[in-house]
């Protein structure tokens, strides 16, 4: 039976998915992606400040024309859980209509920021809109919503590293590991 790997920082509990892991997924899922867009030019919207590194390692695994631009939404705060109804807080500044679209996530939780956002995108009438999440979390879904390129199922652990966080620390670890539950409720 294989060992699971050790922490890589003390405030992790586990590691769930390992650098390495991460680095093969993205490239099968830059793969995957050329299979659908072809040579068609990419818009890509990321959801900030999550999705920062998985779209930066994305983008360079793709060799398409790419315009990209960021959304900011709030939706966990200092909380390991949602605040209810995720927030704009900073917009789109390209022009989307008629263009392919591709939104990226660090991950699938409730669904209620990707369907916020995804309705949002569709009101701009792109051509195509798909999208793109790192990690989903399908026991937690609380709004049917599914993506169209998946990097990793997980199970209902509260998760950092890799640009996911806990009240803005940890986004910089190279794996995803389960935050030690008594971070979680000290704020640490």
């Not at 060799?63 to 990209?68: E, M």
């Not at 709030?74 to 789109?92: D, I, M, Q, R």
């Amino acid at each position: 039976m294989a060992k699971p790997p050790a922490p890589l920082h003390p405030a992790i509990e586990t590691v769930l998915v390992t650098e390495e892991a991460i680095q093969q997924r993205v490239r099968e899922l830059g793969i995957e992606l050329k299979e659908v867009y072809g040579d068609e030019e990419i818009n890509v919207i990321s959801i900030m400040n999550g999705a920062i590194l998985f779209t930066a390692d994305l983008l360079r695994q793709i060799d398409n024309p790419v315009r990209l631009d960021c959304i900011r939404i709030s939706s966990y705060g200092n909380a390991t859980e949602s605040h209810g109804t995720p927030k704009l807080v900073h917009s789109l500044t390209l022009d989307v209509t008629g263009r392919h679209v591709l939104l990226v996530d660090d991950i699938l939780d409730t669904g209620k920021t990707l369907s916020l956002v995804s309705g949002m995108i569709r009101g701009l009438q792109p051509a195509s809109l798909r999208v793109c999440v790192l990690l989903d979390k399908k026991g937690r879904r609380q709004v049917p919503f599914d993506a169209d390129f998946v990097g990793f199922g997980i199970p209902d652990k509260f998760v950092v590293g890799y640009g996911l966080d806990y009240a803005e620390r940890y986004r910089n670890l190279p794996s995803i590991g389960v935050l030690k539950s008594e971070l979680q409720k000290s704020g640490a």
